[in-house]
């Protein structure tokens, strides 16, 4: 079992099927019209690595419209990972979806961070089940091959369907394992920066950090 419980705030504009995702990661459940999320809702799941290793997350599902958006902004800080959704069918929630990944990344400091204080950020393609348009298709094929030079950088880039569970676990599990090599690393930063600055040579920023 993971020694904490981790942060995995999901976020995308509305329609993209957020809820339905994480009602299918975390019940196996599926419902085809769902109420637009008010703010925030949580989720608890449990992710079973092929290792043995169990991975404990609360998952956030923030609304996707408008009027909530500078309240995301406030869900985020102290993440452990970020998800931006998109529905694969809609180039416009896949430009949205990129636009939070920027966000989020100079939110957390950019590049004057090191990369071990960041969340992981995960792009995620939604409604994969669903026919898809030429121009849609052409740029989900960009950024399968080069998802950091379309939305800044990211951890990975995942496809799934809420409705059939195409994917849906093992993206999760992905995180997961993710999550458990970003806590090392986490770790490792903290003890190289503690011994820096017990010899005057670094003044410490983790603590400043709004990882």
Same mark, same amino acid.
């Not at 942060?7 to 299918?24: F, N």
């Not at 348009?133 to 740029?139: F, I, L, P, W």
């Given at each position: 079992?993971?020694?904490? *419980?981790?942060? &995995?705030?999901?976020?995308?504009?509305?329609?993209?099927?957020?809820?339905?995702?994480?009602? =299918?990661?975390?019940?196996?459940?599926? #419902?085809?019209?769902?109420?637009?999320?008010?703010?925030v809702d949580f989720f608890p799941?449990?992710?079973?690595?092929?290792?043995?290793? #169990?991975?404990?997350? *609360?998952?956030?599902d923030t609304a996707g419209q408008?009027?909530?958006? *500078?309240?995301?902004?406030?869900?985020?800080?102290?993440?452990?990972?970020? !998800?931006?959704?998109?529905?694969?069918?809609?180039?416009?929630?896949?430009?949205?979806?990129?636009?939070?990944?920027?966000?989020?990344?100079?939110?957390?400091?950019?590049?004057?961070?090191?990369?071990?204080?960041?969340?992981?950020? &995960?792009?995620?393609?939604?409604?994969?089940?669903?026919?898809?348009?030429?121009?849609?298709?052409?740029?989900? =094929? $960009?950024?399968?091959?080069?998802?950091?030079?379309?939305?800044?950088? &990211?951890?990975?880039?995942? =496809? +799934?369907?809420?409705?059939?569970?195409?994917?849906?676990? $093992?993206?999760? #599990?992905?995180?997961?394992?993710?999550?458990?090599?970003?806590?090392? $690393?986490?770790?490792?930063?903290?003890? =190289?920066?503690?011994?820096? !600055?017990?010899?005057?040579?670094? #003044?410490?920023?983790?603590?400043? +950090?709004? +990882?």
């Open positions: 079992m993971s020694e904490k *419980q981790f942060k &995995v705030v999901v976020v995308g504009i509305a329609g993209v099927g957020k809820t339905s995702l994480l009602e =299918r990661v975390a019940f196996n459940n599926f #419902e085809m019209y769902k109420k637009p999320t008010i703010g799941y449990t992710a079973k690595l092929p290792d043995g290793n #169990e991975v404990v997350m *609360q998952l956030w408008e009027r909530y958006a *500078q309240l995301n902004s406030a869900y985020w800080r102290a993440a452990d990972a970020i !998800i931006a959704v998109f529905d694969a069918t809609s180039t416009y929630s896949l430009e949205s979806a990129c636009q939070y990944l920027h966000k989020i990344y100079e939110d957390f400091g950019g590049s004057k961070i090191d990369p071990a204080l960041h969340p992981i950020r &995960v792009l995620l393609a939604n409604k994969i089940d669903l026919p898809r348009g030429e121009s849609t298709e052409d740029a989900q =094929r $960009d950024i399968a091959t080069n998802p950091s030079g379309t939305c800044g950088p &990211v951890t990975f880039y995942g =496809r +799934c369907s809420a409705l059939t569970g195409e994917g849906v676990v $093992d993206v999760f #599990e992905r995180i997961a394992g993710k999550l458990l090599i970003a806590q090392f $690393d986490r770790k490792v930063y903290k003890q =190289r920066s503690e011994v820096l !600055i017990s010899s005057g040579h670094l #003044e410490s920023i983790v603590d400043k +950090c709004s +990882c």
